[in-house]
């Protein structure tokens, strides 16, 4: 019998197309080129599971296009380019990689929290630009970590995972404002008290957003909300992009309404909105709060688990639909 046909969308770890090959045909876009929607819709032509990176909109059109595809699996916890009513409406199955993340996301939350706080990128442009002469009292003061308060808004896995660092780590004051309130045993859990998402923003000295996009968490701090926070604080986005005004960000920061901010996600990225690379008390990093190789290589293992369970056992690991 012959084996079922993948399609690879990006490039992807050898080992993951081993794995891959012991059970399916597999068509690799190993030289990582970036399709349009109709390149992806002339490749996936044939194949009936494309293993997907969170990227490729998978959409009515496409569905139409592709007749005989089946299942749609993204290597990453956000599915945010699948249409899954669409997906659904076709018969497809769209998957996520679930529980690969977590801890890695949550370290990567903390590197740009301290980032931002101690000013570590801005004074190594001063350092490395040669225009370091002597110590200062005042060089590049930044604010506290340990003790302050920190802020989540969004208190899934990764956000709970970010507070217990930052309470058991760091010895922070740890509040958070989520869609519902966590059990009393996980809020014990995390040392975490639940408020209002005024409340939060008016005294976290970091905000930390972890809030899976949707047409909801769209811009859930704009202007307002960063009208609404301290002087001194710290604004971290590790969610999605989207989920801040990039524009209003990038004016709040000039004008010294906060004091820093760090971004591993953006609006329409990897289009970055102008106005913050003439920020200096900003650090910005291209979506990388999940990229360590083992934690990459669980996300993909994740992937293959899904088309096995699928093609081979008659059910994903992971499905979402
Ligand atoms: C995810 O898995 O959703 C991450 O954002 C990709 O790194």
Request: neutral net charge.
């Amino acid at each position: 019998m012959s084996k079922p046909r993948i399609l690879v969308t990006r490039a992807i770890f050898p080992e993951t197309l081993v794995k891959l090959a012991e059970h399916f045909e597999v068509e690799s876009n190993q030289a990582d080129d970036i399709w349009t929607k109709h390149e992806l819709m002339a490749k996936l032509q044939g194949n009936v599971g494309a293993f997907t990176f969170g990227l490729e909109r998978i959409d009515a059109e496409l569905l139409a296009a592709c007749p005989q595809l089946k299942i749609c699996t993204n290597m990453t916890v956000g599915y945010n380019n699948f249409d899954l009513p669409a997906m659904t409406a076709a018969g497809v199955i769209g998957t996520n990689a679930p529980d690969t993340l977590t801890e890695t996301t949550a370290d990567f939350g903390f590197a740009l929290l301290m980032a931002t706080a101690r000013r570590v990128t801005e004074s190594e442009h001063f350092l490395r630009a040669g225009k370091w002469k002597s110590w200062r009292f005042d060089m590049f003061a930044g604010s506290e970590v340990h003790g302050s308060t920190l802020g989540i808004i969004g208190m899934g896995k990764i956000g709970q995972a970010i507070a217990k660092r930052g309470a058991f780590g760091f010895g922070m004051k740890v509040i958070y404002n989520n869609r519902s309130r966590l059990e009393v045993a996980t809020e014990t859990a995390c040392q975490a008290r639940y408020v209002s998402k005024t409340e939060l923003l008016q005294t976290a000295d970091h905000v930390m957003l972890v809030v899976p996009y949707s047409a909801e968490s769209h811009h859930t701090i704009g202007a307002a909300e960063l009208a609404l926070m301290k002087p001194t604080a710290n604004l971290i986005n590790l969610a999605r992009g989207g989920i801040v005004d990039d524009a209003a960000l990038a004016a709040a920061l000039n004008r010294r309404q906060i004091a820093a901010a760090g971004l591993d996600v953006f609006e329409g990225e990897p289009s970055v909105h102008p106005d913050l690379f003439n920020v200096p008390n900003i650090v910005l990093t291209p979506h990388i709060a999940s990229s360590t190789v083992p934690t990459r290589m669980a996300m993909a293992n994740k992937a293959v688990d899904n088309l096995v369970g699928f093609f081979l056992n008659g059910k994903a690991v992971s499905a979402l639909n």
